[in-house]
């Protein structure tokens, strides 16, 4: 298929490898150039612009950072809905808003679907990404090669938005397992115990997961570099809290926000979201400090 793709960052760039692997033609459009180099060197085309990565394509897919980039880059006259040809399906792969998700597929009569993915940049590599797709079913059966590629578990999940609300269910658990993992990396410390043996017997308990072996094994590292940013989750987290809205209370997802939040305002929000290790350091000296 002739693919255009927006936004080669650390998902990105493994997603895109994969689909030139594939045979796939691909042209990338990323806002900084250089960020895409790793793309074009695997034999990606270069597109100046949104507009020029929407044009004469079968599939345009984005893969952007927030809700606000989403809806520049598919609206106005240089955006992907103003360019693309009429029998284009618009993909969007990052995780944004249910709400403009279906206001993005009303606006075409359903060529636009949300497919966000949950795996991080290692499942990307591996295509072995959850897909979690909302929108037309027909137009979701056009895309469905380009998902296989992509994931090795792929849901149509129901009409436009319903794709970005299954995810924002699947980061009200990162959530919470990651604020869980950082905590629990903070009493083996405390305890004074190994942490690789820790580790080595709670991951084969019930608490295992492969949230928790990358993020134990990156705090091991003492290594803060991000596989999924913490202004991210942040903004994940608010986009969950406004999903339920006053239907529920949701004390874990609030608090792992704020949290966040915190770790973006003190050491930015390109941290890994492991950082939230740092919100276990005492602020108040402890007797023995004192
Ligand atoms: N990382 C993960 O583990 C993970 C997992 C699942 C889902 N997600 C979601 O996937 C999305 C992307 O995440 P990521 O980790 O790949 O983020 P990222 O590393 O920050 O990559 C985003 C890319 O989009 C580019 N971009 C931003 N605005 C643009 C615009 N207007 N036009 C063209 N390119 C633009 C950025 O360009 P610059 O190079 O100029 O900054 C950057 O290369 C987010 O919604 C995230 O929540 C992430």
């Known amino acids: ?7 080669t960052g650390l998902m990105g760039e493994p997603m895109v490898a994969r ?15 250089a960020r895409a180099e790793p793309s074009l ?4 085309g270069w597109a100046g612009s949104i507009a020029a990565a ?16 989403v809806e520049a880059a598919y609206l106005g006259p240089d955006g992907i809905l103003a360019n693309a040809s009429p029998g284009t399906v618009a993909v969007d792969m990052s995780t944004s808003s249910p709400a ?4 993005l597929a009303d606006f075409t009569g359903g060529s636009v679907l949300d497919a966000p993915v949950s795996g991080g940049p290692a499942g990307a590599r591996s295509g ?4 979690f797709v909302g929108g037309a079913a027909d137009a979701f059966e056009r895309v469905r090669p380009v998902f296989e590629v992509l994931g090795s578990t792929v849901v149509h999940h129901g009409p436009a938005g319903a794709g970005q609300a299954a995810k924002l269910v699947n980061q009200a658990l990162v959530a919470n397992l990651t604020l869980g993992i950082c905590e629990a990396y903070a009493v083996a410390e405390a305890a004074g115990l190994d942490p ?4 080595e017997s709670v991951r084969v308990g019930v608490a295992g997961s ?24 942040a903004k994940d987290l608010a986009l969950a809290l406004d999903e339920v809205g006053d239907t529920r209370r949701l004390p874990g997802t609030s608090l792992v926000r704020e949290l966040c939040q915190a770790v973006a305002d003190t050491l930015g929000g390109d941290r890994g979201t492991q950082a939230l290790i740092t919100q276990t350091q005492p602020t108040v000296p402890s007797e023995g400090q004192r």
């Open 1 to 7: 298929m002739r693919i255009g793709w927006i936004g």
């Open 19 to 33: 689909l030139v692997a594939a045979g796939h033609q691909v042209s990338v459009h990323n806002r900084t150039r």
């Open 41 to 44: 060197a695997l034999g990606a």
């Open 54 to 69: 929407a044009r004469d394509r079968d599939v345009v897919i984005t893969m952007l950072p927030f809700p606000a980039d």
């Open 100 to 103: 403009l998700a279906r206001r």
């Open 128 to 131: 072995a990404l959850s897909i």
């Open 196 to 199: 690789a043996l820790v580790h």
């Open 210 to 233: 492969p949230l928790l072996d990358f993020a134990w094994s990156r705090l091991s590292d003492g290594d803060l570099e991000p596989g999924f940013k913490v202004a991210h989750l």
